[in-house]
């Protein structure tokens, strides 16, 4: 019965960046990327889940990475950079899961010639910053993508 | 799949109609073999509405919307319809491009912004504090702190009925549940304690004895080794109620009619001679409009976590937005000495008004149930509790009576106001002035006669919510302009700026003057920048080229009066001299608005030292005596103003220091070198300030709520241009124009972001956000599967905010005014524009008369003031 968001966050491995909002997959605070290899495309997938909802047992077999794996304020990863820079995070809250999504969808399509980040923070709710300038730093984000 | 021009093979699957996707199979079977003509489609929708019964939604049938939205879902299911036959219809010829707007999306591409202001160079206008931790999930919530292995955790047992008496509370079940430990009920308030939690005395239970006076009320409250068992368990309570002992009402026509007043909560505010001035009126409407409620939503739901400390002391971690209220309310219940409550909070997760008040019951019950196993308690509540105990804007119902002369120059106002208050104060009273003084917006009226009556429901207390009776005001003021202009055929915007306050009449209803009356820049510059001449051409050549899709254009301007409740915000300063670092305290809560970044910057350019050097600590109710709270948008300012207060007395202290030094050197010390020889002199480098806006010695004096409550008002302005799907009610903002006049801004990129969040925020308030209130009281909406707060989608696709520049305001702190809640009220420009699409489509077909139209604008309201008919649906146009 056990979440992965649960998991995460409970005494022993306290990994508390990743959120609880609303605890029923509708405001993406919690979001993290999974990763498992697929057999059949023979390739790794990537995708982003509500981790309140993602019971524990089916992680089986994949890999987690959360806002602690992506960077820390010694080393920022380019998206939290980026959206800290473009004043993205008011109170803060949604940011991790905001991060989060960002990170899913450029690891789930990175031969794509041009990423459309935006529709990709459909499931995040934002109730402080009326989203653009997390839109700004998803632009931003696109085009050193779209270069690289 | 077609054969020709007719159909061949048809599939008809409805989703949502029914339990279970359906299918038409009838409509299917009738349509084999037809072609597309006006009687095919005609026949096809008697059909079709014959055979789709709408399986009724529970959670649609509400206080405001007796038939549960069924008549909407019914014209949706012929909407779509027709937008399919008219696709079909367009592969084997070609439609008028008239009808084709049924067809095509609304217009939604890649959002884009600009953001206009000034930087003060002089003003060291960094971005926020902060940000980093918060982008690298570092930064630290109230339910991130760390916890112990006796940490216990605790959830609410909430009533589901209203003005009944209570019997008993049977936990036995919920008590054998693994990890439960307690259940935790008034009994456990100690003897000292006292079982009271509202704003004012006995108005509000921790836990209910032996009634329960409101829908959502707190009976208990359950001790678990898990938030998650805490949860189940609360589920598994079993409150056992007794009989109805009075009629428990849930609506303001209710109250009225049941004599239900708050007492107290009444406010009349009139000039001139209202009665004369209809006497002698040349024209005169009447009519009524209503506002719903709105959830704060903030995205960190309450949370609360409490700590035992030695000697009957207790550290409560909550999150809020009145540290020194919420210690008075815990030392109350708990029934020790004030002092003996610290309360501490590093960031709240958004407050929003939400955790003004609000945070109290949840932060007492941890605090009871910490007490009582002296173990610490950490209490986040779930959003299912959290938004059905805990309410946030308060319904408003306003009947209005306007006379105005064929110019459309109104001569007088009268607007008779109820407040649904919910069961208790709260704020009630405050906000019913706040919206009574509010009402005029920007607009001369001679004369005038606002009454405002608060009334007493059933429901979970509605409490301060961003722009607080402000953003009703404006909804009922706009919406009488509306009313005037439908009268005489012109538009609002024509109506609005003939009653604009002008330089000889800037004297408010209330009798306040209106300095730095910056509307007519405002709008000269707005109109220039959203090219507004051509915005409407625009606008008409679209609706004339449309029928299914109409635009909508809408400029309107907005007063918002600000309060200084955060009056005082004690600050303390303490600089060590060892390295010349700074510590910062101040009495308000860090809640996203970036309080702490523009304190840090008055400090350092107050103090002359590198803003680097400068840490802002939790607030802490040790530290920050007689902080009021956080909230009216004020804070911010009067934080940094009373850090400067300590940060000057700093200065001073330092000064003959720095006058010797120089003298002894031949040029001004660096500062660290400054606070270390004053460190080495054995001076007290920790100083405290307090903020008190001029001229308030006296008005303090006077009792709350006296006239004149606004310090100040801000002024802005702002243009929409929306377009809605007529079949549909769907609605897109295609580009927002917002002018906001913040004087001189102390950080204008904390300042843009305010004034886009709240824009934002009010575009859920006008449009988006439906409290769904069964007529039993229920609420409907308590989860994001009905509630819906504006997402990344629903945001102007064009986005210009900017700040006024060159606009000092001398009696400001800093010269600054504050935005956070007066941009927010901006976005009434949506709400004006999509009534504006929506009359468009009404002349359009021929229909007489204006509606006014209740707020929120959901999907459904906007359909249905489009009053579709049957003659509406037609395939090709007959021209002439």
Redesign the interface.
């Known amino acids: 019965q056990?979440t992965l968001l649960?998991y995460l966050?409970s005494?022993d491995v306290?990994l508390?960046?990743?959120?609880?909002?609303?605890?029923?997959?509708?405001?993406g605070?919690c979001v993290v990327t999974l990763t498992h290899y697929d057999p059949k495309q023979k390739k790794l997938v990537h995708r982003a889940v509500n981790s309140c909802l993602f019971p524990l047992c089916l992680v089986d077999g994949h890999a987690v990475v959360?806002?602690?794996g992506?960077?820390?304020?010694k080393n920022?990863h380019p998206i939290?950079?980026t959206?800290?820079?473009c004043?993205?995070?008011?109170?803060?809250?949604?940011?991790?899961g905001m991060?989060m999504s960002l990170y899913s969808y450029m690891k789930a399509h990175p031969e794509q010639e041009k990423l459309?980040l935006?529709q990709c923070?459909?499931g995040?709710?934002?109730?402080?910053?009326?989203?653009?300038?997390?839109?700004?730093a998803a632009r931003i984000l696109e085009s050193s993508m779209n270069q690289s | 799949l077609l054969e020709g021009e007719k159909i061949k093979e048809i599939t008809l699957v409805y989703g949502v109609v029914s339990r279970h996707p359906v299918r038409a199979s009838k409509t299917e079977a009738f349509l084999l073999g037809k072609s597309f003509t006006q009687d095919v489609l005609l026949q096809a929708l008697e059909i079709l509405s014959g055979e789709l019964v709408i399986h009724p939604e529970k959670q649609y049938f509400t206080t405001d919307k007796l038939d549960g939205k069924e008549l909407f879902r019914k014209e949706l299911v012929r909407s779509f319809f027709y937008k399919f036959f008219l696709k079909m219809a367009s592969v084997v010829s070609s439609l008028s491009p008239n009808l084709s707007s049924a067809v095509f999306d609304l217009k939604r591409g890649p959002s884009s912004g600009k953001q206009t202001f000034k930087i003060p160079p002089e003003r060291l206008a960094i971005p926020k504090i902060g940000s980093d931790l918060q982008a690298s999930g570092e930064a630290k919530f109230t339910a991130d702190l760390p916890i112990s292995n006796n940490t216990l955790f605790g959830a609410f047992v909430i009533s589901n009925q209203a003005a009944v008496k209570l019997l008993s509370v049977n936990a036995e079940e919920a008590l054998k549940i693994d990890g439960v430990v307690d259940f935790i009920t008034a009994n456990d308030i100690p003897p000292n304690g006292a079982n009271d939690v509202g704003v004012a005395p006995s108005e509000e239970t921790l836990f209910a004895v032996d009634k329960i006076d409101h829908k959502g009320a707190p009976v208990g409250y359950i001790l678990a080794k898990s938030q998650t068992i805490a949860n189940y368990a609360a589920t598994k309570v079993n409150i056992i109620y007794g009989a109805q002992y009075e009629t428990p009402i849930y609506t303001i026509e209710d109250a009225i009619k049941n004599d239900s007043i708050l007492l107290g909560g009444d406010t009349t505010i009139e000039c001139g001679d209202v009665e004369e001035a209809f006497k002698k009126a040349e024209i005169v409407v009447e009519g009524q409009v209503r506002t719903g409620s709105q959830n704060p939503f903030y995205m960190e739901k309450q949370s609360a976590y409490a700590i035992p400390q030695e000697g009957n002391h207790i550290v409560v971690h909550v999150a809020n937005q009145s540290p020194d209220y919420t210690r008075q309310k815990i030392a109350g219940v708990l029934g020790i000495p004030g002092h003996y409550v610290t309360i501490v909070n590093r960031r709240a997760g958004g407050g929003f008004g939400g955790k003004i008040t609000r945070q109290v019951p949840n932060a007492a019950a941890a605090s009871v149930a910490a007490m009582k196993h002296n173990v610490p308690v950490l209490s986040v509540m779930d959003i299912k509790t959290d938004m059905t105990m805990l309410a946030g804007r308060h319904e408003v119902l306003a009947k209005y009576k306007v006379a105005f002369n064929k110019n459309g120059k109104i001569s007088a106002v009268s607007i008779d106001s109820w407040v649904n208050a919910g069961f208790s104060n709260d704020f009630s009273a405050g906000l019913g002035y706040e919206y009574t003084e509010s009402l005029d917006n920007i607009y001369y009226f001679e004369n005038a006669r606002f009454v405002t009556v608060c009334v007493k429901t059933h429901l979970p207390t509605r409490t301060a919510t961003r722009s607080f009776g402000h953003s009703q005001a404006l909804y009922v003021t706009e919406t009488i302009i509306e009313s005037v202009a439908a009268k005489l055929g012109k538009t609002p915007e024509e109506i609005r700026e003939i009653n604009l306050y002008g330089a000889r009449n800037c004297v408010t209803p209330f009798g306040q003057f209106l300095d730095n009356f910056s509307i007519p820049r405002i709008y000269k510059e707005l109109k220039a920048e959203s090219k507004w001449e051509d915005k409407i051409k625009e606008v008409l050549e679209f609706n004339n080229n449309n029928k299914w899709k109409k635009r909508g254009i809408c400029l309107v301007g907005a007063r918002y009066g600000l309060s200084p409740f955060p009056s005082g915000c004690p600050s303390l300063v303490s600089i060590h001299g060892d390295d010349g670092n700074v510590t910062v305290f101040h009495g308000g809560s860090e809640i996203g608005q970036g309080i702490n970044t523009k304190v840090a910057q008055v400090v350092a350019l107050t103090l002359g030292c590198p803003i680097e050097n400068i840490r802002i600590g939790d607030s802490n109710t040790d530290v920050s005596a007689n902080a009021v709270v956080t909230g009216g948008s004020m804070t911010s300012e009067a934080a940094c103003e009373a850090a400067r207060v300590a940060s000057i007395k700093l200065v001073e202290i330092m000064l003959p220091v720095k006058t010797e030094l120089f003298q002894r050197q031949g040029k001004l010390p660096e500062w660290k070198t400054l606070v270390s020889e004053c460190k080495a002199r054995h001076y007290n480098l920790a100083a405290t300030g307090t903020y008190l806006p001029e001229g308030r010695e006296k008005t303090l004096l006077r009792k709350p709520w006296a006239k004149h409550v606004s310090e100040y008002s801000g002024f802005g302005a702002s243009v929409s241009v929306v377009e809605i799907d007529v079949l549909t009610g769907e609605f897109s903002i295609l580009g927002s124009w917002v002018l906001y006049d913040a004087g001189i801004p102390i950080n204008p990129i904390i300042d843009i972001g305010q004034a886009e969040g709240g824009f934002v925020m009010g575009v859920g308030t006008f449009l988006r956000e439906e409290v769904l209130i069964a007529p039993d009281g229920t609420i409907n909406s308590a989860d994001t599967w009905e509630y819906k707060p504006p997402c990344s989608l629903d945001i102007p696709q064009y986005f210009h905010v900017a700040l006024l520049k060159d606009c000092s305001f001398p009696k400001g702190v800093c010269e600054n005014k504050a935005i956070a809640e007066p941009a927010m009220i901006l976005s009434y420009s949506v709400a004006g524009a999509v009534k504006q699409a929506i009359n468009a489509t009404r002349k359009e077909r021929g229909l007489e008369g204006h509606l006014v139209l209740n707020a929120p604008l959901t999907p459904d309201v906007i359909q249905g003031a489009c009053a579709l008919s049957k003659n509406d649906y037609v395939v090709f146009v007959t021209e002439g």
């Open positions: 056990q649960h966050r005494p306290r508390t960046g990743t959120k609880l909002g609303c605890g029923e997959g509708g405001c605070a959360t806002i602690e992506l960077g820390n304020t920022l939290q950079k959206l800290a820079s004043h993205g995070s008011q109170c803060g809250f949604c940011t991790p991060v459309d935006e923070l459909d995040n709710l934002c109730r402080c910053t009326g989203y653009r300038p997390i839109i700004d």
